[in-house]
Structure formats: C-alpha cells, structure tokens
C-alpha cells in the first residue's frame, strides 16, 4: 500500500544522500531529484521545488509530473561565472551555468516557473569578505526583487509588466 511506496521512497532518498556526497553539488541535486519524481508519480501528492536553480526541475515539470516551483530574482541574472569575483554571491542553492540561467528566464516565461519568490538572506559584509569556504551563504532578496526582476525580464521584452506582476504575487 501507500506507506510501502513512503518507505520505499525514503530509503531511495537515504541512498541518493550517501551517494551525493561523492559526487558534485550539481549532480547531486540531478540525482537527489529521482526519489522525489518517484513519489510524485506513485503517490497522490504535489512537490514544491524551492529556489529552482538547475534545469533538471523543469524538465521534470514539463513531463508532467505534479510539480510547483518558484526561482529567486538572482538565478535569472547571475550564474556561476559571478563566483569568481568573490563570496558577495556565495548562495544556497549555489549559481550554476549561463546555460541553466537562460533555462530559468524561459522557464519563467513559458509557466514552467510558476512564481518568482525571494529568498531573502543578508549578511553583513564582514560575513562576505573572508575566504570563500568560510563566508555566510546567502543574498539580500528583498529590496532588489522587483528592480532585478523587471530589468531582466520586462525592460529586455521577455513578459509584460502585468504578467511579472502576476508571477511575483502568485
């Protein structure tokens, strides 16, 4: 019955954890993502994908699967090209490639993306300006969500501004 299928699903998680530790941040989430996909296809429940970053959760939502996800501001403007400069941008979920950024602004317009949410975590400079390993995790979200948001997606023509006003109060 169900909580066959619930333990079976948890067990695969607890796998998938072990296993992602030997491998890349990345590849764990892609990874990590399987268990998941599973209960949602078994079990009558909805996942909620927080702070969506990497493709592979839109690519599970647009094979159907019963799937609300929501992305921050930063991830449609900066990526992990940003992560030279400094631990200004150091995050969780972490910026990834050029690639999954375009992902996510097309994810955005298309409704794969089904809002735009902050993930507001400021920390103070002296946090951010020690080496990279040891700086606080974390963006300020709140105040820049709308200007970012409106820049890259309505000001270079990708939504109108009633639709971007629409994802960011969904």
């Known amino acids: 019955g169900p909580s066959v299928l619930v333990l079976a699903v948890f067990v695969l998680l607890q796998i998938f954890k072990l296993l992602s530790l030997?491998?890349?941040?990345?590849m764990a989430?892609?990874?990590?993502?399987?268990?998941?996909?599973?209960?949602?296809?078994?079990?009558?429940?909805?996942?909620?994908?927080?702070?969506?970053c990497i493709t592979v959760h839109l690519e599970a939502k647009k094979e159907g699967l019963d799937i609300t996800c929501e992305t921050g501001p930063h991830y449609l403007v900066l990526d992990d090209s940003c992560l030279q400069e400094n631990a200004r941008f150091k995050m969780n979920p972490p910026l990834r490639s050029a690639e999954d950024r375009k992902a996510l602004v097309e994810g955005v317009c298309d409704g794969t993306i089904d809002m735009i949410a902050t993930d507001h975590a400021p920390h103070h400079?002296?946090?951010?300006?020690?080496?990279?390993?040891?700086?606080?995790?974390?963006?300020?979200?709140?105040?820049?969500?709308?200007?970012?948001?409106?820049t890259k997606l309505v000001k270079d023509g990708f939504m109108t501004l009633s639709q971007l006003i629409e994802k960011m109060s969904a």
């Open 22 to 26: 030997l491998i890349t941040n990345k």
């Open 125 to 150: 400079l002296d946090e951010k300006r020690v080496e990279f390993h040891i700086a606080a995790s974390g963006i300020s979200g709140f105040e820049t969500a709308f200007c970012i948001s409106n």
């Open 29 to 52: 989430e892609n990874i990590l993502i399987i268990p998941f996909q599973l209960a949602v296809f078994v079990l009558p429940a909805v996942l909620y994908f927080l702070s969506v």
